[in-house]
C-alpha cells in the first residue's frame, strides 16, 4: 500500500472512537489501573509526531516514502525499516494505535509500534515456542565438536518455517516479550526484526558454546542464566586478557609437548587435544577466589593430571620430573616411606596467589585408578573444611571435580554423589564438574558407552545447568568457566562445564588409536591445536602480535628447561602433604604414646545425664520416654549400660572434651536396630532434638552431626572417609545398614581405606560400623565378609612382634604393633569395651581405620552390658596403665591377666571364638556344665591379632586343645585368617601338634547363610555342641 494512503487513512482513524489497542496486546504485567491509563484516545493529526523526525504531515511522509522507493539508504534506519514492515502488510489501523500509544507517553517506538500490531496472537505464540526451542535445544546445534565428524540432527523446531515463517518475514519487526522473563524474552526488550531475533538466539545457543539448563524448574535461576547467555553485547575480551589466556594456554600446551620429548615412552595421559583445560581451572580458581572462596579441593582423574598438577596446583615441575625418574621419596630420618604409588594418582596442595592479588589453598586430592571413586571422598573432605572453618555461606571452601566423558556417564558413584548436592549433611554448597569430554573412552566411542545425547544427562537429575563448550575456542572455555563459578557462587548448587575436545593420541601415549577410531584420528591427523587456533585467531584479529606471543611461549619453555635441569638434584619430602592439623600426629614409624580411654566418674555422669535428658514441654513418644529413663538409670548405676548407651557415651565424653563426632549412614539417627534414637520426635508437632548438641554449653554448633544418608553405600561411605582426611580430632563413622550391604563401597574398602596410608601416606581414623552376626535372617542380612577384611591386614601371619614384658602393664609393650597395620578389625562383645574402642580411635597420636563387626543382637541381650565402673579411668587389675579397651577376654574364670598367669591344668580345651557366638557358646557350655573343662576366651580384636594375648592363654592353659569357633561357614569368618596366626602363637609356645586347627562352625558354603530359619536353629547348635562337647 502507498504511504499516502495509509496517512490519508490514519487522519481518518483519528477522528473516531478510539480502537482496542495495539499496546495491549504486548503489555502482560500491567494491573487494571495501569490498562486503563493506556487506553488509546483520539489525537489530533497535527500533534503527530515520532521521536528521530518532526515530519508529521502525510505530504512529509509520502516525500520520505519516495525517497526510500529510489534509494532505501537515503532515510534514516528506523524510517526504513518501517517501509520495510509496510511492504509485508502493515494495517493502517495499526498506525493510529501506535501513533496515540506514543503521545500518550508510551515508550514503545510509535512506527515499530505500528508494525508489531501486525503481530497476531498465533505468531507471538509461535515466537515464543521458538524462542523456547532455542533455549531448550539450541545446543543440538552448536558447534561443539572440535573435529566436526559428530553428525546430529537438526531438531526440526528450531527451524522457522516450523512456526509458519518464512524468509519474508525476516524483516518484520516483532515484540516478544513475556511476563518476569529475561533475556530474548524480557519486557523491556526493545522490538526486533525476526533476524535480529534468530541472530541473536543462534549467536546466544548454537555458536561454540551450548547451554542446558531449561530442565531447571525454578525460574529464578533460568533468568540468571538468560539474563547472561542472551546477552545482546557479550563482553569482548580485552587485549590483557587475550594476552592471559594465551599465555595459560602455552603453559598447558608447551607442557605436553616438553613431557612427550623427554618421556616419550612413559605413560603420562597427556592432555593434548583438551589444553583449554588449564585455562578453565585458573579461571574457575580466579573467579572463585574473587567471589569469596579461600580453599579449594579438587578430584581429577588421570588425563591431564601432570599438566593440572604443575599448572593448576603448582606441584613445582622440578619434584614431577623427579618423579617421573622414579626417586623413592623420604623425609629426612623418615623410614616410612610406604609402597608408593603410580605418578599420575599423586596429590599435592599449595597456597596460590590468584590474578587479584588473593590467596587460595588448592588441594588435589590423591586418587585410585578407579575412575570417579575419589568424587564423594573430596566432597566430604571439602565439608568437613566447611564444619572447621565455620564456612556456614559454603563459600569459603570449593569443590571442584573433574571427569572423563566416559566414566561420568557410566560410572554410578557420580550419581550417589550428585545426589548429595543438597543434602543437609552433605551439601558442600554446590560443585564444578568439568569434564574432559574427549569423544572416546579408552577405545569405545560415546555410542556404545552411554544411552543418552550427552555424558552429562545425570547433571540434569539433580537441576544443574550443563555449559558445553568447544574447547578449540580458549575464550568461550573461560567465558563458560566464570559463568561457572559465577553460578555457584550465586546459587550454592552443582554446575557442569563440559569441555568438548579429542584427544590427539591413543588412551596413553604408546597407545595405537587407529586400530579402533581411524575417522577420528585422521581428522586429529591435520587438526591444529588450540594454541595454534588461537595464535592464528589473536593475529587476525591483529590485538596481539606475533612478538608479544614468542615472548610468552619463550619463557614458558626456559622455564621448563631450567626445571627439569633442576629435577636432577631435587630431595623430594614424603611428607609434604600434611595438613596442619595434623602436626604432631605419629608415623608408623615414629612410636606413640598410650593414653587411658577411661573417664571420670563425676564426668561420666555429667554427659550421661544431657545425654538422657529430654527437654520440658517435649512431647517424646512412650517407648522412647521409657528408653531415656532406662539411660539414666544406667550413669546412676542403677542399671548397667547397655550398647546403644555405651555408644552415646562414647560420642558424648568426646565431644565435651572438644572433639567433633560424626555418624553417617542409612537410618543411623534412630539406629536400624532401634537402638541409638540419638534423634528424637515430638509426637506432637514433629519437632527435633538432638541431646548430644546440648553435651556442654559451650560446644561449638554442629559438633554432632548423626544423619540419616541417602541410600547409598559407595558415595557416603566415600564422603565420610574424605571427611576423616581433614581432621584428626574428629571421631567419623560411617555405619552399613547392615554389613551385608558394605560390598556396595567395596572400592572405597580397597581402594582408599585398606591402602591409602601405604599409597600416599595419608592417616585415616574413620569407623565403619558393619553389622554383622547370624540371626536366621538369611543370606544377605547375616554376614560383613569379615573374611575379606581380615585378608586385607597387611600383618605377617608368621611373624609374632617382640614383647617387651617389662611395659605389659604400662603399654607399648608390643611396640608400634597397631602403628604399623593399615586397619583394625574388631568383634566386641561387651559395651564397655565398644566404648573404649571408639575413644581409643581419637585418644592415640595416630590414625588408623576401624571396623567394627557391630552387634544386631547384642543391643539387647541381657548379658551384654557393662557396669559404670568399666567406663571409668580407675584402672581395674594393679598397675596397669592405658588403653582399657581389651583386645581379648579371658574366660570368666581367668582373673590374672600377667603374662605368665598360673597354669589351669584341668581345663580341657580353650575355645577361642569373636563376637556374639560368645554368649551363645557361652550357655551351651553352662547347659553341659562344662564350665571347669571348656575355657572361652574372645578375640574382640582380630586385626592386629593380640598374639602376646593369645600366646597367654595357650600358656595359661597346658592341657587343652586350642580351638577355634565361628558361626561363619568355615570359608568365611575369622577361620582362614587366625588359622596360621593360632599356628604362629601354639608354634611359638612349643604347642603345635597340628596345623590344621580344630574347628566348631559351619562347613563350607558358597551362600554365607540359610534362608530357613529352622536350618539355621538347628546349624547353630551343632556349631555349639561341637566347640563345647568334648
Ligand atoms: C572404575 C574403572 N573402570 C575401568 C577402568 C579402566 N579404564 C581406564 S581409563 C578408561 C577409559 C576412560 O574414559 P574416559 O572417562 O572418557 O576418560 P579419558 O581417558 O577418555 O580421558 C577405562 C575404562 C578404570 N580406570 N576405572
Ligand atoms: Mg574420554
Same mark, same amino acid.
Given at each position: 500500500m502507498a504511504l499516502a494512503a495509509v496517512g490519508r487513512r490514519v487522519g481518518k482513524q483519528l477522528g473516531i472512537a478510539p480502537i482496542a489497542c495495539a499496546a495491549q496486546k504486548w503489555i502482560h504485567t500491567a494491573g487494571a489501573a495501569e490498562q486503563q491509563s493506556q487506553q488509546p484516545k483520539a489525537v489530533a493529526m497535527s500533534k503527530l509526531k515520532d521521536s528521530f523526525l518532526d515530519g508529521t504531515s502525510s505530504t512529509y511522509l509520502e516525500e520520505l516514502e519516495e525517497r526510500y522507493r529510489s534509494d532505501p539508504q537515503s532515510v534514516d534506519k528506523t524510517w526504513g525499516s518501517f517501509f520495510k514492515s509496510l511492504e509485508s502488510g502493515v494495517n493502517p489501523e495499526a498506525v493510529a494505535e501506535a501513533f496515540h500509544a506514543f503521545e500518550q507517553g508510551s515508550d514503545v517506538h510509535p512506527l515499530s509500534a505500528a508494525a508489531v500490531s501486525n503481530q497476531t496472537i498465533q505468531e507471538s505464540m509461535r515466537l515464543l515456542l521458538m524462542v523456547r526451542a532455542y533455549q531448550v535445544n539450541g545446543h543440538f546445534i552448536a558447534k561443539l565438536d572440535p573435529l566436526g565428524i559428530e553428525q546430529r540432527p537438526v531438531p526440526p523446531e528450531l527451524d522457522p518455517a516450523l512456526y509458519g515463517f518464512s524468509e519474508k518475514d525476516m524483516d518484520r519487526e516483532f515484540f516478544l516479550g513475556t511476563w518476569k522473563m529475561r533475556g530474548v524474552l524480557a519486557e523491556d526488550r526493545p522490538i526486533r526484526t525476526l533476524r535480529e531475533v534468530l541472530d541473536r538466539l543462534r549467536d546466544a545457543y548454537c555458536g561454540t558454546t551450548g547451554y542446558e539448563f531449561m530442565h531447571i524448574a525454578e525460574r529464578d535461576k533460568c533468568n540468571w542464566l538468560r539474563e547472561r547467555i542472551e546477552l545482546v553485547e557479550q563482553p569482548q575480551a580485552t587485549k590483557e586478557e587475550k594476552m592471559h589466556m594465551f599465555d595459560r594456554l602455552s603453559w598447558s600446551s608447551l607442557f605436553e609437548t616438553f613431557m612427550a620429548n623427554k618421556y616419550a615412552a612413559a605413560k603420562r595421559f597427556g592432555l593434548e587435544g583438551c589444553e583449554t583445560l588449564i585455562p578453565a581451572m585458573k579461571t574457575l580458581i580466579d573467579r572463585s577466589a574473587e567471589l569469596g572462596t579461600e580453599a579449594i579441593c579438587m578430584g581429577m582423574p588421570h588425563r591431564g593430571r601432570?599438566?593440572?598438577?604443575?599448572?593448576?596446583?603448582?606441584?613445582?615441575?622440578?619434584?614431577?620430573?623427579?618423579?617421573?625418574?622414579?626417586?623413592?621419596?623420604?623425609?629426612?630420618? &623418615?623410614?616410612?616411606?610406604?609402597?608408593?604409588?603410580?605418578?599420575?594418582?599423586?596429590?599435592?596442595?599449595?597456597?596460590?596467589?590468584?590474578?587479584?592479588?588473593?590467596?587460595?589453598?588448592?588441594?588435589?586430592?590423591?586418587?585410585?585408578?578407579?575412575?570417579?571413586?575419589?568424587?564423594?571422598?573430596?566432597?566430604?573432605?571439602?565439608?568437613?573444611?566447611?564444619?572447621?572453618?565455620?564456612?556456614?555461606?559454603?563459600?569459603?571452601?570449593?569443590?571442584?571435580?573433574?571427569?572423563? =566423558?566416559?566414566?561420568?556417564?557410566?560410572?554410578?558413584?557420580?550419581?550417589?554423589?550428585? =545426589?548429595?548436592?543438597?543434602?543437609?549433611?552433605?551439601?558442600?554448597?554446590?560443585?564444578?564438574?568439568?569434564?574432559?569430554?574427549?569423544?572416546?573412552?579408552?577405545?569405545?566411542?560415546?555410542?556404545?558407552?552411554?544411552?543418552?545425547?550427552?555424558?552429562? =544427562?545425570?547433571?540434569?537429575?539433580?537441576?544443574?545447568?550443563?555449559?558445553?563448550?568447544?574447547?578449540? &575456542? *580458549?575464550?568461550?572455555?573461560?567465558?563458560?568457566?566464570?559463568?561457572?563459578?559465577?553460578?555457584?557462587?550465586?546459587?550454592?548448587?552443582?554446575?557442569?562445564? &563440559?569441555?568438548?575436545?579429542?584427544?590427539?593420541?591413543?588412551?596413553?601415549?604408546? @597407545?595405537?588409536?587407529?586400530?579402533?577410531?581411524?575417522?577420528?584420528?585422521?581428522?586429529?591427523?591435520?587438526?591444529?591445536?588450540?594454541?595454534?587456533?588461537?595464535?592464528?585467531?589473536?593475529?587476525?584479529?591483529?590485538?596481539?602480535?606475533?612478538?608479544?606471543?614468542?615472548?610468552?611461549?619463550?619463557?614458558?619453555?626456559?622455564?621448563?628447561?631450567?626445571?627439569?635441569?633442576?629435577?636432577?638434584?631435587?630431595?623430594?619430602?614424603?611428607?609434604?602433604?600434611?595438613?596442619?592439623?595434623?602436626?604432631?600426629?605419629?608415623?608408623? @614409624?615414629?612410636?606413640?604414646?598410650?593414653?587411658?580411654?577411661? *573417664?571420670?566418674? @563425676?564426668?561420666?555422669? @555429667?554427659?550421661?545425664?544431657?545425654?538422657?535428658?529430654?527437654?520440658?514441654?517435649?512431647?517424646?513418644?512412650?517407648?522412647?520416654?521409657?528408653?531415656?529413663?532406662?539411660?539414666?538409670?544406667?550413669?546412676?548405676?542403677?542399671?548397667? *549400660?547397655?550398647?546403644?548407651?555405651?555408644?552415646?557415651?562414647?560420642? #558424648?565424653?568426646?565431644?565435651?572434651?572438644?572433639?567433633? *563426632?560424626?555418624?553417617?549412614?542409612?537410618?543411623?539417627?534412630?539406629?536400624?536396630?532401634?537402638?541409638?534414637?540419638?534423634?528424637?520426635?515430638?509426637?506432637?508437632?514433629?519437632?527435633?532434638?538432638? !541431646?548430644?548438641?546440648?553435651?556442654?554449653?559451650?560446644?561449638?554448633?554442629? +559438633?554432632?552431626?548423626?544423619?540419616?544418608?541417602?541410600?547409598?553405600?559407595?558415595?557416603?561411605?566415600?564422603?565420610?572417609?574424605?571427611?576423616?582426611?581433614?581432621? !584428626?580430632?574428629?571421631?567419623?563413622?560411617?555405619?552399613?545398614?547392615?554389613?551385608?550391604?558394605?560390598?556396595?563401597?567395596?572400592?572405597?574398602? =580397597?581402594?582408599?581405606?585398606?591402602?591409602?596410608?601405604?599409597?600416599?601416606?595419608?592417616?585415616?581414623?574413620?569407623?565403619?560400623?558393619?553389622?554383622?552376626?547370624?540371626?536366621?535372617? #538369611?543370606?544377605?542380612?547375616?554376614?560383613?565378609?569379615?573374611?575379606?577384611?581380615?585378608?586385607?591386614?597387611?600383618?605377617?601371619?608368621?611373624?609374632?612382634?617382640?614383647?617387651?614384658?617389662?611395659?605389659?602393664?604400662?603399654?607399648?609393650?608390643?611396640?608400634?604393633?597397631?602403628? +604399623?597395620?593399615?586397619?583394625?578389625?574388631a568383634n566386641c562383645t561387651t559395651p564397655a569395651n565398644y566404648f573404649h574402642l571408639l575413644r581409643r580411635q581419637i585418644h592415640r597420636q595416630f590414625r588408623k581405620p576401624l571396623l567394627v563387626f557391630s552387634p544386631k543382637n547384642l543391643l539387647r541381650h541381657p548379658a551384654a552390658k557393662s557396669p559404670l565402673k568399666e567406663f571409668d579411668d580407675i584402672p581395674d587389675d594393679k598397675g596397669i596403665q592405658g588403653v582399657r579397651f581389651k583386645r581379648l577376654i579371658m574366660d570368666t574364670s581367668a582373673t590374672d591377666r600377667s603374662p605368665h598367669p598360673p597354669e589351669e591344668p584341668s581345663f580341657k580345651r580353650v575355645v577361642f571364638c569373636s563376637g556374639k557366638v560368645y554368649y551363645e557358646l557361652a550357655a551351651e557350655r553352662e547347659k553341659q556344665g562344662k564350665q571347669k573343662e571348656v575355657a572361652i576366651v574372645r578375640m574382640e580384636q582380630l586385626a592386629p591379632f593380640p598374639y602376646d594375648l593369645v600366646m597367654r592363654e595357650i600358656r595359661r592353659y597346658p592341657n587343652a586343645e586350642i580351638m577355634w569357633s565361628q558361626e561363619e561357614p568355615m570359608n568365611m569368618g575369622a577361620y582362614t585368617y587366625v588359622v596360621p596366626r593360632m599356628n604362629t602363637c601354639l608354634e611359638t609356645e612349643d604347642r603345635l601338634r597340628t596345623r590344621k586347627l580344630p574347628y566348631a562352625g559351619r562347613k563350607a558354603s558358597a551362600s554365607p547363610a540359610t534362608g530357613f530359619g529352622n536350618v539355621h536353629a538347628a546349624d547353630q547348635n551343632v556349631v555349639l555342641e561341637a566347640a563345647i562337647d568334648i
Open positions: 601432570l599438566n593440572v598438577l604443575a599448572n593448576v596446583v603448582r606441584k613445582p615441575m622440578k619434584q614431577i620430573f623427579s618423579e617421573f625418574s622414579g626417586v623413592q621419596p623420604k623425609s629426612e630420618g &623418615d623410614t616410612f616411606t610406604g609402597t608408593g604409588d603410580v605418578k599420575y594418582h599423586l596429590g599435592t596442595s599449595y597456597d596460590r596467589p590468584t590474578a587479584t592479588g588473593k590467596r587460595v589453598h588448592l588441594s588435589l586430592l590423591a586418587n585410585p585408578s578407579h575412575l570417579e571413586a575419589v568424587d564423594p571422598v573430596v566432597l566430604g573432605k571439602v565439608r568437613a573444611k566447611q564444619y572447621y572453618s565455620e564456612d556456614k555461606e559454603r563459600l569459603k571452601n570449593l569443590c571442584i571435580l573433574m571427569h572423563g =566423558d566416559g566414566s561420568f556417564a557410566g560410572q554410578g558413584v557420580v550419581y550417589e554423589t550428585l =545426589d548429595m548436592s543438597q543434602l543437609p549433611e552433605y551439601t558442600v554448597g554446590g560443585t564444578i564438574h568439568v569434564i574432559v569430554n574427549n569423544q572416546v573412552a579408552f577405545t569405545t566411542d560415546p555410542k556404545k558407552s552411554r544411552s543418552s545425547p550427552y555424558c552429562t =544427562d545425570v547433571a540434569k537429575a539433580l537441576s544443574a545447568p550443563i555449559f558445553h563448550v568447544n574447547a578449540d &575456542d *580458549v575464550e568461550a572455555v573461560v567465558r563458560a568457566s566464570k559463568l561457572a563459578a559465577d553460578w555457584r557462587a550465586t546459587w550454592k548448587t552443582d554446575v557442569v562445564l &563440559d569441555l568438548v575436545c579429542y584427544r590427539r593420541y591413543g588412551h596413553n601415549e604408546i @597407545d595405537e588409536p587407529m586400530f579402533t577410531q581411524p575417522i577420528m584420528y585422521q581428522a586429529i591427523r591435520s587438526h591444529p591445536t588450540p594454541l595454534q587456533i588461537y595464535e592464528k585467531r589473536l593475529l587476525e584479529e591483529g590485538v596481539v602480535s606475533k612478538e608479544e606471543m614468542s615472548s610468552i611461549t619463550d619463557n614458558v619453555q626456559t622455564t621448563l628447561s631450567s626445571e627439569f635441569d633442576g629435577a636432577k638434584s631435587y630431595k623430594p619430602d614424603a611428607k609434604d602433604w600434611l595438613s596442619s592439623y595434623w602436626k604432631g600426629f605419629m608415623g608408623p @614409624d615414629q612410636l606413640a604414646r598410650i593414653r587411658n580411654t577411661g *573417664v571420670p566418674k @563425676d564426668f561420666l555422669r @555429667d554427659v550421661g545425664t544431657a545425654i538422657s535428658s529430654i527437654p520440658e514441654g517435649f512431647n517424646p513418644h512412650r517407648m522412647i520416654k521409657k528408653v531415656f529413663e532406662q539411660r539414666r538409670g544406667m550413669v546412676e548405676e542403677r542399671e548397667d *549400660v547397655d550398647w546403644g548407651m555405651a555408644e552415646l557415651l562414647a560420642f #558424648g565424653t568426646l565431644l565435651a572434651e572438644g572433639n567433633h *563426632v560424626r555418624i553417617s549412614g542409612q537410618d543411623v539417627e534412630r539406629g536400624t536396630f532401634s537402638s541409638r534414637h540419638a534423634v528424637i520426635h515430638d509426637q506432637k508437632t514433629g519437632e527435633r532434638y538432638i !541431646p548430644m548438641q546440648h553435651i556442654s554449653s559451650n560446644q561449638k554448633p554442629g +559438633s554432632f552431626a548423626a544423619s540419616n544418608s541417602s541410600l547409598s553405600e559407595f558415595g557416603i561411605m566415600g564422603f565420610e572417609l574424605g571427611y576423616a582426611l581433614e581432621n !584428626p580430632n574428629s571421631l567419623v563413622c560411617w555405619e552399613a545398614q547392615f554389613g551385608d550391604f558394605a560390598n556396595g563401597a567395596q572400592t572405597i574398602f =580397597d581402594q582408599f581405606l585398606t591402602s591409602g596410608e601405604a599409597k600416599w601416606l595419608r592417616q585415616n581414623g574413620l569407623v565403619c560400623l558393619l553389622p554383622h552376626g547370624y540371626d536366621g535372617q #538369611g543370606p544377605e542380612h547375616s554376614s560383613a565378609r569379615l573374611e575379606r577384611f581380615l585378608q586385607m591386614s597387611d600383618e605377617d601371619p608368621y611373624m609374632v612382634p617382640a614383647v617387651d614384658e617389662s611395659k605389659w602393664f604400662t603399654g607399648g609393650h608390643l611396640g608400634s604393633q597397631t602403628q +604399623s597395620i593399615n586397619i583394625q578389625i
